[in-house]
């Protein structure tokens, strides 16, 4: 079992390059499978939910050629495979295998989701698309069979606004015959890169970004390059270990306005900030306001910024109050950082947290960004520190090159 090991108190310093978005590749890889000939994607980010994919799409059939940040894929020979079981089930976006196999094959048998299971995370709201669209789904045994003879486009309104459903029934709705509403869609930086790569594939599709997206299907679609939008998470995460180890760090690679939320919010503790064209400069400050957060779909806080920023949270005087509003009790890394002396109480949806001192400790990260949570917290305790982080597994599927960019920036960071 592997541990990250963080001896803390060392402010970051440099500059950190961040990859292309994992929950843009995750999706962008599926849409390829809708192609007849090769797509390319660029500026790939290396992650092991990257490589379990690869592995779905080998077992579907797809070719697939990966090097560094770029990976071809060859949907020409693609079957539509029974997946019932094996990688489906190790992580979340293997759910775009339904909505990619049912536009191009009109079938589709995938087994439930995995990823990071913080609370249950339902799909009503997909199989209510594919429903719509004219197909036929059941839940057999915990794997999910669609089916439909022919795929009609239809008006859909999402109950809850949300990634996931959003873009598989853009992906289905692709090939269906005619026009398809998603009315209370997603707005996430994501859904455009997908909407993006579909219509450059030679999908018709019209309005990503906003809540109303117009998908006209179109028969045939083509391979085609596309580069990966950078991963504004991965973006947050440093900017927060930056000022949370009263650092000065430039995060690099990045679309600023992706990250206003995250900025608006760190300007309000006291964090000094300065925007520039692919960049941002964040310059820690040896003290901080209590603020309070909420996280909520795009252009919102985002969830996933939730966890590391309650470990910045920690470091403000005064008591802090963060909720968020997409997920009922995403709150795992709490218990953690009470561990290292955190003074965090969960009230509902709420985190109320107190400003401390934190101090290392044997902590376990139980998801993804519970996980960069725990690193945040580490980097952040005084002379040395030393904090143990197990569960390395759930970090390596969002933070490619976690480690050697720390280390870069100055971290005492290693993994045991
Ligand atoms: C691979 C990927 O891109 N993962 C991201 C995606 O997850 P994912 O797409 O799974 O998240 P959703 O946007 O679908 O979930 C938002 C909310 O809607 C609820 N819901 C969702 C679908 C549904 O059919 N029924 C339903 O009730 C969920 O339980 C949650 O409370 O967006 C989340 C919200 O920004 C992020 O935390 C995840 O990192
Ligand atoms: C929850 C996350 O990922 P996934 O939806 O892939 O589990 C995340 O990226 O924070």
Redesign the pocket.
């Known amino acids: 079992m592997q541990k990250l090991m963080i001896a803390g108190g060392s402010p970051l310093r440099g500059t950190v390059t961040i990859s292309g978005a994992?929950?843009s590749a995750?999706?962008l890889i599926p849409a390829a499978l809708l192609a007849e000939t090769p797509v390319t994607l660029d500026n790939l980010p290396v992650l092991s939910d990257v490589s379990i994919y690869r592995e779905l799409l080998v077992d579907l059939g797809a070719g697939v050629e990966w090097q560094g940040d770029q990976m071809t894929i060859d949907p020409s020979a693609l079957k539509s495979v029974p997946m019932p079981n094996g990688n489906v089930k190790k992580l979340?976006?293997s759910y775009y295998l339904m909505g990619a196999l049912l536009g191009r094959f009109g079938e589709a048998v995938i087994g439930l989701p995995g990823?990071c299971n913080f609370?249950?995370?339902?799909?009503?709201?997909?199989?209510k698309g594919f429903e719509a669209l004219g197909a036929r789904v059941s839940n057999e045994y915990g794997a999910i069979h669609i089916q439909a003879k022919e795929l009609r486009g239809a008006k859909i309104y999402l109950d809850?606004?949300?990634?996931?459903?959003t873009i598989n029934i853009m992906l289905a709705a692709s090939r269906a015959k005619g026009v398809t509403l998603i009315e209370n869609a997603?707005k996430?930086p994501?859904i455009i890169d997908v909407a993006t790569l579909l219509n450059n594939m030679g999908a018709r599709i019209k309005g990503a970004g906003t809540e109303t997206i117009r998908v006209e299907g179109v028969s045939e679609m083509h391979g085609c390059r596309h580069s990966i939008i950078p991963d504004r998470i991965q973006a947050g995460t440093y900017m927060i270990a930056a000022a949370a180890t009263r650092g000065d760090v430039i995060v690099d690679n990045i679309i600023p306005k992706h990250m206003e939320a995250v900025t608006a919010k760190l300007r309000e503790m006291g964090v000094q900030i300065t925007e520039m064209d692919e960049a941002i400069r964040v310059l820690g400050q040896p003290g901080y306001q209590a603020v309070d957060v909420k996280a909520l779909?795009y252009p919102g806080f985002?969830?996933?910024m939730q966890s590391p920023m309650a470990s910045l949270l920690t470091q403000a005087s005064g008591t802090s109050l963060l909720t968020d509003y997409?997920?009922?009790n995403r709150f795992k890394h709490v218990p953690e950082l009470v561990r290292m002396g955190a003074k965090i109480k969960v009230e509902g949806r709420t985190a109320i947290i107190e400003g401390t001192h934190l101090s290392g400790a044997k902590v376990k990260a139980t998801d993804l960004r519970a996980g960069a949570a725990l690193v945040v917290a580490g980097l952040t305790v005084p002379g040395g520190g030393l904090t143990e982080v197990t569960g390395v597994e759930y970090i390596d599927r969002g933070y490619d090159n976690l480690v050697e960019n720390l280390s870069l920036l100055g971290a005492q960071v290693w993994r045991e």
Not at 119 to 127: F, K, L, T, V
């Open positions: 994992k929950n995750l999706a979340r976006a990823g609370e249950p995370r339902p799909i009503d709201q997909h199989i809850v606004v949300s990634v996931g459903a997603a996430e994501e779909v985002a969830t996933d997409v997920y009922n």
